[in-house]
């Protein structure tokens, strides 16, 4: 009997998937009958019902053992996308792009029109992060129309939704949503980590129903306990570069104002090693910050390592601080220096002492200044230096009235002969300080020093109104201090001032360079002043006429001898001044 089944049939199903090759043998089979009843006539009947029967159970069982295979085909597959999405998923932490990695693979795998991924804000709410939708496009925000009753309950149960068609599911037979937007398929899972609830992946389709399986949520629900995972540690890690930039930032800022502080700030370890010092502190040490980490701050300051050692020790050992420590130092690079230190404890966020922090300030130059200002109020008062405006002090003069004094010690010339010049000064020096002394303490304004006299003027360089009165007061506290002088000095010591003091109008100001200038008056009024001191005796205070008509009610004068000064056509009148009046 020849036999028409198909040669080409059997010979490539053998080269096909199981499921493939099952349906081949129904074909098989088919055909096998199909020639048997054409054969029907060879064999007897009830031959032919059995064969007949035994293949048509065949092609039955074939049948049920393809559809089995060929789920197993599918399941095996999506278990197969399962890995290679994840290890797609897992290749990256940039959270947008695992996000989006995460709905077109569930819009693949499951053939939703479209697919929302929600994570749970700060405030505890269900934000839509990412949609998508089947050609693998981001959804505007005027697509953002979902089924919050599905997503609530699935937040608040923590199990999965699925229906086949929501708008004759029972369960949402009162959502407005759901029939308001027509919705058919909808799929949604939860998304856990640890057992927390953190997000929903939600998928619908809006036209078809029943296009969600068991199979589609059994999918989903392993696909979601992945990304679940990896979308956390997306999130972890953006959060970590966020804070890392913020820190960076930070840091970079803290750096900036670390630099820009004019204090010095070093930071020691608990050994007393240098760990950080800032631009300032180097510049004020004389170092490179090279030069200054890891050494012991005791090796920096050799001259007061003992002093520094104490200190250091005490902010050790009774953890408070020390403010404002001046030490006179020498610098290996810089010499002689003036530092203020201020130590304190250095404590990290758990307020641990971990080692000290110091802040110096060179106050070298200031206090060069000050010794300067010393020196200058040893011309000018001081309440008269508190009074002058430095920015309106320029070279030129000005014409003012004022009161001119000098004081002139008598017979120094003479004395000077018998005593080596290291007496000399210092008798000279007792004696042009008391006189410096008296005058300042009447505000009046030093000009200058001429061997063994002084010159002072009043009114200048601030107005006033009392001038005359105030020098001739300084003049007799000059004669009361050389009184309580003679008191401390042997006799032959024992000199003696001759004064005068004159008033009228002078040119004050600042005479000679930006470089070099003196405050001076120079006019007729200062040379008659001269002169009238000139011809003053020892211990006598001489005053012109001038002089006393600004002070006749308030002191006590007898008239002299009017004075013939050189360069004078006549006689100078003059007044000497013997007390105040009481």
């Given amino acids: 009997m020849s036999s028409p089944v198909d040669d080409d049939l059997l010979n490539s199903s053998s080269s096909l998937p199981l499921d493939k090759q099952i349906l081949r043998l129904c074909e098989l089979a088919d055909q096998i009958r199909e020639v048997l009843q054409k054969s029907a006539s060879q064999l007897d009947s009830t031959t032919l019902a059995e064969v007949l029967d035994d293949l048509t159970q065949l092609v039955g069982a074939l049948n049920r053992i393809g559809r089995k295979i060929s789920k ?147 999918l989903l629900t392993a696909f979601a306990n992945q990304a679940a995972v990896v979308i956390e540690n997306a999130r972890l890690f953006e959060s970590v570069r966020d804070t890392l930039a913020e820190v960076t930032e930070l840091k970079n800022l803290m750096g900036d104002v670390f630099s820009s502080i004019v204090s010095g700030v070093i930071t020691l370890d608990a050994q007393d090693r240098i760990t950080l010092a800032n631009r300032s502190a180097e510049v004020i040490l004389g170092f490179d910050e090279s030069e200054l980490l890891g050494q012991d701050i005791v090796d920096i300051f050799p001259t007061v390592s003992s002093d520094f050692t104490f200190y250091l020790a005490f902010v050790r050992k009774t953890n408070r601080q020390i403010i404002g420590r001046e ?46 200002r010393r020196l200058f109020e040893r011309m000018v008062s001081p309440a008269v230096i508190e009074q ?114 004159h008033y009228g109008e002078a040119v004050l100001g600042l005479i000679g360079t930006e470089k070099r200038m003196d405050y001076t008056a120079i006019g007729d009024s200062v040379n008659t002043a001269k002169r009238i001191q000139e011809n003053a005796a020892a211990g006598q205070i001489l005053i012109s006429a001038k002089v006393f008509q ?33």
């Fill in 72 to 218: 197993i085909e599918e399941e095996h597959h999506n278990l197969f996308s399962l890995v290679s999405i994840s290890h797609v998923i897992n290749s990256s932490l940039e959270l947008n792009e695992v996000l989006r990695i995460v709905m077109d693979t569930i819009i693949r795998l499951t053939g939703a029109e479209r697919g929302f991924l929600m994570l749970r804000d700060e405030a505890g709410n269900m934000t839509i992060q990412i949609a998508r939708n089947l050609e693998q496009e981001t959804l505007e925000t005027s697509d953002f129309a979902i089924s919050r009753s599905v997503v609530n309950q699935v937040v608040s149960r923590g199990q999965p939704v699925l229906t086949t068609n929501a708008q004759q599911d029972p369960r949402f037979d009162n959502q407005e949503s759901v029939i308001a937007l027509n919705l058919r398929s909808i799929l949604c899972v939860p998304l856990k980590v640890k057992d927390e609830l953190t997000g929903v992946i939600y998928a619908d389709n809006r036209i078809r129903t029943g296009l969600f399986t068991e199979t589609e949520l059994n």
């Fill in 327 to 372: 030490f006179q130092l020498i610098l290996p690079k810089r010499g002689p220096v003036t530092l203020s230190f201020n130590l304190a404890p250095l404590k990290d966020a758990d307020q641990n002492t971990r080692g000290i922090a110091i802040v110096l300030d060179d106050l070298t130059e200031k206090r060069k200044l000050e010794a300067q």
């Fill in 388 to 501: 002058i405006n430095t920015n309106e002090l320029k070279l030129g003069g000005t014409r003012t009235q004022i009161t001119t004094l000098f004081a002139d010690i008598r017979g120094f010339t003479g004395f000077s002969e018998h005593f080596d010049p290291e007496q000399l000064v210092s008798v000279l020096n007792c004696y042009l300080g008391a006189a410096t002394e008296a005058i300042l303490a009447h505000q009046g304004t030093i000009d200058k020093f001429i061997g063994d006299a002084v010159m002072a003027f009043f009114n200048a360089p601030i107005p006033q109104t009392d001038h005359a009165l105030r020098a001739v007061n300084a003049a007799l506290a000059i004669r009361e201090a050389i009184i309580a002088v003679h008191e401390k000095m042997p006799p032959e010591f024992r000199l003696s001032f001759g004064i005068g003091i």
């Fill in 550 to 582: 600004q002070v006749n009610h308030q002191v006590k004068v007898r008239p002299v001898v009017p004075v013939q000064a050189k360069g004078k056509s006549q006689p100078i009148l003059v007044y000497e001044l013997l007390a105040m009046k009481k």
